[in-house]
Nanobody, 121 residues
Framework: QVQLVESGGGLVQAGGSLRLSCAASGSIISVNVMGWYRQTPGKQRELVAAATSDDSINYADSVKGRFTISRDNTKKTVYLQMNSLKPEDTGVYSC???????????????WGQGTQVTVSS
């Protein structure tokens, strides 16, 4: 009933940029926190950035100053602009949104399918 569609991943050279998008659709009443996680082999899954509905924003220390999260509440879309990419940024990036749906009695977390980001040296 609720679906997250991600786009924007790919292969980029170190120092380059990518922009990830995640659009939520379905029987949605409200969208609360929207954020991005990444998973790198050999490392724990990391919260990269998150934005609440009242514009509170958090970034992982490793991406501060390089990544920017933003959201368009009309389009129910969250973006992650990634600049000055490093090989250490390589991983699977997944969108997660806390959403109250029309058929649910409480808000639930929904996950996108994940998109691969590869940064070459």
């Amino acid at each position: 009933q609720v679906q997250l569609v991600e786009s924007g991943g790919g292969l980029v050279q170190a120092g380059g940029s990518l922009r990830l998008s995640c659009a939520a659709s379905g029987s949605i009443i409200s969208v609360n926190v929207m954020g991005w996680y990444r998973q790198t082999p050999g490392k724990q899954r990391e919260l990269v950035a998150a934005a609440t509905s009242d514009d509170s924003i958090n970034y992982a220390d490793s991406v501060k100053g390089r990544f920017t999260i933003s959201r368009d509440n009309t389009k129910k879309t969250v973006y992650l602009q990634m600049n000055s990419l490093k090989p250490e940024d390589t991983g699977v990036y997944s969108c997660v949104c806390n959403i109250k749906s029309r058929v649910g009695y409480r808000a639930e977390d929904y996950w996108g399918q994940g998109t691969q980001v590869t940064v070459s040296s």
